[in-house]
């Protein structure tokens, strides 16, 4: 991407009028690209040594992209790994040289998949959420930094723009997710896994993280317990039935936490005196409520018929669209008149 970028520049083929007006850096970035600041172009040359890619295609690519609207896209698993930053700013700073950014078919996105649905429209109205508390210890460990922050109690970490310590942790908790399915250094990550004095671990699979577990309550899969299916961007709600009666000792998390809650005399304020039945009918009602539309039925209803489909607005969603224009109408306001660069659905003109 470098490399691409690098091109677009040497050719003359990248959006100055965008960079200049739509964004900050480039002038801080552009030495490396052309290597001035370390003596080493990032050219198509020097790309395709590492990457095993001809230069030949790299600066047929590049052409490529500068002569269509193009779409540039990454998954979210090139970050679990060293640098893995540093593939998403590059993929941006691409983007950005060619000028499509706020353009239908154009710009850039990340995570597109079955799993985020981020191709997707927005939906009309949000669909069943649970519930969420506030965090007592208004704290946050991110994901990638488990190992860091059990083998460093003590130490200070930086994230999202905060400053924090991280705590001496000696009790884990795990129900959801596999940190040894994902984590960039399991080696370091099953040292770091030795240091709590006790790890319990909510599982119905013998996953790694169940294996180096103290104490694995199984639980239930999705087809051993009656659910509500759906996600922020998935436009429909699924009512999930039960398939089968959970196996040997499995129960669901709720109903782990439940006893838990019982033993710990608290179980009526994690409950809240409803059990698994009228958990669904509470979230359903309040999902039925908060849309406010005659496209959601009754609770019965939708258990019989399987499944809700929520629609999606009117608009189209192109990530970043209302940034150039509201630049625009600021610019006008300033001036006087309107910006010299209009941008329309099908391409973007020069006046």
Same mark, same amino acid.
């Given at each position: 991407?470098?490399?691409l970028a ?61 002569? &269509?609207?193009?779409? +540039?896209? %990454?998954?979210? /698993? !090139?970050? $679990?790994? #060293?640098? *893995?930053?540093? =593939?998403?700013?590059?993929?941006v ?14 710009g ?29 210890a ?11 922050c ?62 180096? &577990?103290?104490?694995? +309550?199984? %639980?239930?899969? /999705? !087809?051993? $317990?009656? #659910?509500i *299916?759906?996600? =922020? ?43 698994e ?75």
């Amino acid at each position: 991407m470098l490399a691409l970028a690098q091109t677009l520049v040497v050719e003359q083929r990248h959006d100055e009028a965008f960079l200049a007006r739509y964004c900050t850096g480039f002038s801080r970035v552009l030495p490396y690209l052309t290597g001035e600041a370390d003596g080493q172009p990032k050219d198509a040359t020097w790309a395709a040594a590492i990457t095993d890619v001809p230069a030949e295609t790299i600066r047929a690519l590049a052409s490529q992209m500068a002569a &269509a609207r193009t779409m +540039l896209t %990454a998954s979210w /698993s !090139l970050q $679990r790994a #060293d640098h *893995g930053e540093q =593939p998403y700013w590059a993929l941006v700073l691409l983007a950005a040289c060619l000028g499509q950014i706020g353009l239908p078919g154009g710009g850039f996105g990340f995570g597109y998949g079955s799993g985020a649905s981020l191709a997707e429209p927005p939906l009309l109205f949000p669909g069943p959420t649970m519930p969420a508390l506030p965090n007592p210890a208004r704290l946050a460990i991110p994901a990638a930094r488990i190992a860091d922050c059990l083998l460093n109690p003590g130490a200070r970490y930086d994230y999202d723009g905060k400053s924090a310590t991280y705590p001496d942790i000696r009790l884990v908790y795990w129900a959801g997710g596999n940190p040894f399915h994902h984590h960039q250094d399991l080696n370091r990550l099953r040292r770091a896994w030795q240091r709590p004095e006790t790890i319990i671990v909510h599982e119905p699979w013998w996953t790694a993280t169940a294996r180096h &577990a103290d104490i694995v +309550l199984p %639980a239930t899969t /999705s !087809l051993e $317990r009656n #659910d509500i *299916g759906g996600s =922020p961007r998935d436009r429909f709600v699924i009512a999930m039935h039960k398939a089968i009666d959970p196996v040997g000792q499995a129960r669901s998390d709720f109903d782990i936490f439940r006893d838990l809650a019982r033993r710990l005399g608290c179980e009526d304020a994690f409950a809240e005196h409803r059990d698994e039945p009228a958990w669904l009918h509470h979230l359903y009602g309040t999902f039925r409520e908060r849309a406010q539309s005659n496209l959601v039925p009754d609770f019965d209803t939708f258990w019989e018929k399987g499944w809700v489909e929520i629609p999606p607005r009117a608009d189209e969603y192109v990530l970043f669209a209302e940034f150039p224009r509201r630049s625009r109408d600021a610019q006008a306001a300033h001036t006087g008149g309107p910006d010299r660069t209009l941008f329309r659905r099908d391409r973007r003109v020069r006046l």
